[in-house]
Each structure stands twice: as structure tokens, then as C-alpha cells.
């Protein structure tokens, strides 16, 4: 196979777009490099240099070019989109102001003669050359060294890997920021097109005391092994239930399923009433990041706002603290409900348990985690309203997730739908996850032990973008309602 047919068969493969991408830049990132060395000069790339925004710079110019070139690698697997790519590309850079003298544009594809001399035209306009090398040109380099193109070609995965690892040890604390900094410029674009869901999960609620799911079980199989030890007529200390239930919670594994089973089939009667004093017990009602997140809910003049809130907590706190706001709202937590265009739908895909349940019909079948029929119905049946639900705001809006772990395996299985059916997608990630860093701050004077953490980050960041998804980092998560703030600007 030539050396052409060997790119455009990563190009169209049948890999999602941003594991083929990065795996194909690292591939072309490394004979550019090899290509400038040949002539006796450097190529850089971003993180050998944090003055570099782009995928690259040829500093010293290459070839009959001896100017500073700022070089964007780009792949199309829908030619139809890949004129107004390179005019958004070229447009992007021509308002930013350039540091360069030559813009390189290395496109991955056969380009049409048609749309070569639209670009030409465009050169009239923009205060720097432009120079665009297609795919017959990256094999007239590549031949160069065919050898080390076979190798990197050969061993696409384990380059890309050890060059993650590599830029990773590279990247400085500025770098993180930087990134941070642009993601949220992005969110914040898509919050003034209307174009933002929120995906809340337990760490949402977690400041104003609702009870963790961890929390949850333990009191349900508390209030278990009180009931049977009653009927035995055994009264046992609250100090030895307690260790009971933790004891028995540990053998049953961290299984929502088995743990659930024993509580849903010990205690059918009243069963809903349990689970909501028990989940507000220690409730505030409020905390800064759930009014924040009401905040981002008020419409900018002449906006709607945040589409839509997919909530994985059954509490209610975000409607109370949009109760304080007066925003109108409508509760989604059962297939047919619908909310009209003047409210904003909050849909409780796990169930919804209101502390007062006068306003909703209903209830007493939404907890669809408490049942192991419900559970495998969001499991198994992609058709499930539930599912159905998230997947079409995850097709059609940016989503940011907050105070969501993504260790539950439905969601990341939806993410996996969604990311699969836009395989052929030439689009970068367009969700976002706000996620806490993982540190080690008592060891942080260890070189081993923070190269660790670079490593360990950069490697999610790549697991999460095959999910669809950017990750925020935040080291603290009372940093949250700042990011929602810079959001709603």
C-alpha cells in the first residue's frame, strides 16, 4: 500500500474522528520533525513552546520559505464541509492578529482545483501568505523516509500513547490554564447562541447536604435490619446497626443492583416517603453552586438561556433555587411529559423524589434505580424515554456536565451512542465535563510523583475525547459557580 493510500485509509476508517485525528497528527507532527531536521532546522509544537497556538511552527522557515511558519493540520472525511473549514480557519486567525509570517494549512485530502483557487482568492484579504500542502504533498515529504513512516504507521496507538506520555511530562501549569481558559471562551459562545444543557449529577447537590448515594443505602439497609430484627423481637443500639449495615454494604460491592434489591424487596410498603426523609434530612435547600447554576438559567436580553437541565439526582433543589429566581419551569420525570416553550425542562432521568409532592402526579413509579427491572430498562433499552432523552440533547446541543463522576456505566454507554453515530463527524469534541484533578498534595516536592499526575491527566483527557468529551479541571469544587459566572459573563 502507498504511502497516500495508507493516510486516506486512516482518514476514512472506521474509528471515531478524534481518535483517528490525534493519532494522525502525532503521526505527521513527527515527520515534519524529521522533515526540518533533514534541512537543519526545528519544527515545534505547542507544548515545546507555550507561545505556540497553533499545532505547530516551523520558527525558521522551511524549504524556500526562511520565515517564522505557523502550521494547522486538518482532516475531512465530508469534503462538502471542507471549504467553509479553511474559511473559518483562515478567518479565525486573520482576527486574532498574527505572531507569523506564513500560515501553513496541512490538509489530509485530495483538495479540489475549484476550492484551491477559492482560497487564492481569499489570500487578497489577509495580511499574511498562505500556504496550503494536501495529501500528494505529505507523501512527496514522507518518501523522504519511508522507514520511519512505516514504523509510525505500523505502531500508530504506541506512538500516540508514548506521545502523550511525552507531552504531558512537557506541559506547565500555564498550559493547563490556557487550555482551561479557552474551553471556557467556547462554552461561553455556545451559552450566547442558546445552545447549552446542563447534566447534573450528586455533586451538584452535594453542599447543600442532600444525602450521597453512599448515604442513602446505608440508612435504607439500616432502617432493613431495624424492621427484621423487630419482628424477631431483637432491639439491637443504633452504634451496632450502623456497623451492621456498613459491614453488609462492603460485602454487597459497590452494585447499585444487589444493594438495591435487598432494600426494595424488605420494604415495599411506604417506600418512597423512606427514601425522602432520609434524602433531605440534613437538606439546606441551597448552596452557591446551585444558585449559580439558577443564575446561568436567567435568560441574557434577548436569549433563552440554558435549553434544558438533565438531572440525575432525584431531589429538587434545582427547582427551588429557580422557585427563587421566578424562572418558570416544568419537572420531566415520566414518558408523554413535555415542557411548553415558556419553561425550562429539568428531566429527572433517574427518578424524582420532591419534598413536597402536592404539585406532581404520579411519583410512586419513578425510581427507576431503586428496581432492578427499572435499573436494566436504562441499562439495556436504548429506546428507554430516559435515554432517549439524553441522547438527543447530546446530538443536538453541547452539554456540561457538573458534579457528574461519568463512572456510571449507562451514561458513558450514551456517550458511546452518541459519539459513534458521528463517526463521520469532522467536528473536535463539543461537551464538556467539569472534573476535579487528582492530586497528591502532600507529595507534591517528588518529581516521579507529579510527572504521575501529568500523565495520568493527559491520559483521561484522551479517554474523555473519545467520549465526546472536553474536560474543565478544577482543583477544588467550590471553583465551579466561578466557571458558571465567567459563562453567563
Known amino acids: 500500500m502507498e504511502i497516500k493510500e495508507k493516510l486516506l485509509d486512516l482518514v476514512n476508517s472506521n474509528y471515531r474522528v478524534p481518535q483517528v485525528f490525534y493519532g494522525l497528527e502525532n503521526l505527521i507532527i513527527t515527520m515534519l520533525e524529521d522533515y526540518a531536521k533533514q534541512q537543519g532546522k526545528k519544527f515545534l509544537v505547542s507544548n515545546q513552546d507555550r507561545r505556540i497556538l497553533y499545532d505547530g511552527m516551523f520558527e525558521d522557515g522551511i524549504d524556500d520559505i526562511d520565515k ?57 484579504n489577509i495580511k499574511f501568505d498562505l500556504q496550503i500542502w494536501d495529501i500528494n504533498k505529505l507523501e512527496d515529504i514522507f518518501k523522504q523516509n519511508e522507514d520511519l513512516f512505516n514504523d509510525l504507521y505500523s505502531n500508530l496507538d504506541k506512538n500516540l500513547l508514548k506521545n502523550t506520555v511525552n507531552q504531558a511530562l512537557k506541559t506547565s501549569s500555564d498550559d493547563v490554564l490556557r487550555k482551561k481558559e479557552e474551553h471556557l ?183 427507576l434505580v431503586f428496581s432492578e427491572e427499572g435499573y436494566h430498562k436504562l441499562v439495556l433499552e436504548s429506546y428507554n424515554w430516559a435515554n432517549i432523552t439524553q441522547i438527543n440533547f447530546l446530538t443536538t446541543h453541547t452539554c456540561v456536565f457538573i458534579g457528574l463522576s461519568l463512572t456510571d456505566p449507562n451514561l458513558r454507554r450514551l456517550l458511546e451512542i452518541v459519539a459513534q453515530k458521528n463517526i463521520n463527524n469532522d467536528d473536535q469534541p463539543k461537551h464538556y465535563a467539569v472534573l476535579k484533578r487528582s492530586t497528591f498534595k502532600n507529595y507534591q516536592d517528588i518529581e516521579s510523583i507529579r510527572s504521575f499526575e501529568k500523565v495520568n491527566q493527559s491520559l483521561q483527557e484522551v479517554y474523555y475525547q473519545e467520549l465526546g468529551l472536553n474536560i474543565i479541571w478544577v482543583d477544588d469544587f467550590k471553583e465551579i459557580p466561578n466557571i458558571l459566572k465567567s459563562i453567563k459573563g
Request: proline letters at 3%; glycine letters at 6%; aromatic letters at 8%.
Open 185 to 367: 471562551k467556547k462554552l461561553k459562545i455556545e451559552y450566547d447562541k442558546d445552545n447549552i444543557v446542563l447534566f447534573l449529577g450528586a455533586g451538584a447537590s452535594y453542599d447543600a447536604k442532600i444525602a450521597t448515594w453512599d448515604t442513602l443505602i446505608t440508612d435504607l439497609l439500616i432502617e432493613l435490619i431495624d424492621k427484621e430484627l423487630a419482628e424477631n423481637d431483637i432491639q439491637m443500639e443504633n452504634q451496632y446497626k450502623k456497623i451492621i449495615a456498613t459491614e453488609l454494604s462492603k460485602q454487597n460491592g459497590a452494585s447499585p443492583l444487589l444493594q438495591t434489591r435487598f432494600i426494595r424487596t424488605g420494604m415495599p410498603e411506604n417506600f418512597g416517603e423512606l427514601v425522602r426523609k432520609i434524602l433531605y434530612k440534613n437538606s439546606l435547600n441551597s448552596s452557591d453552586l446551585l444558585n449559580q447554576i439558577g443564575q446561568l438559567c436567567i435568560p441574557n436580553r434577548g436569549k433563552v438561556g440554558v435549553q434544558a437541565i438533565v438531572n440525575h439526582n432525584f431531589d429538587d433543589l434545582i427547582e427551588k433555587s429557580l422557585d427563587r429566581l421566578d424562572i418558570r419551569y416544568r419537572s420531566i420525570y415520566d414518558e408523554g411529559m413535555i415542557p411548553n416553550s415558556s419553561e425550562l425542562g429539568i428531566y429527572h432521568v433517574h427518578g424524582f423524589l420532591p419534598q413536597e409532592t402536592g404539585d406532581y402526579d404520579n411519583l410512586e413509579n419513578t425510581l
Open 68 to 124: 517564522k511558519i505557523a502550521v494547522e493540520i486538518k482532516m475531512f472525511r465530508r469534503p462538502s464541509i471542507l471549504l467553509n473549514r479553511l474559511y473559518d480557519t483562515v478567518g479565525r486567525y486573520s482576527m486574532r492578529g498574527s505572531d507569523f509570517d506564513t500560515l501553513l494549512l496541512i490538509i489530509v485530502n485530495d483538495i479540489p482545483a475549484s476550492i484551491l483557487s477559492r482560497i487564492e482568492k481569499e489570500k487578497e
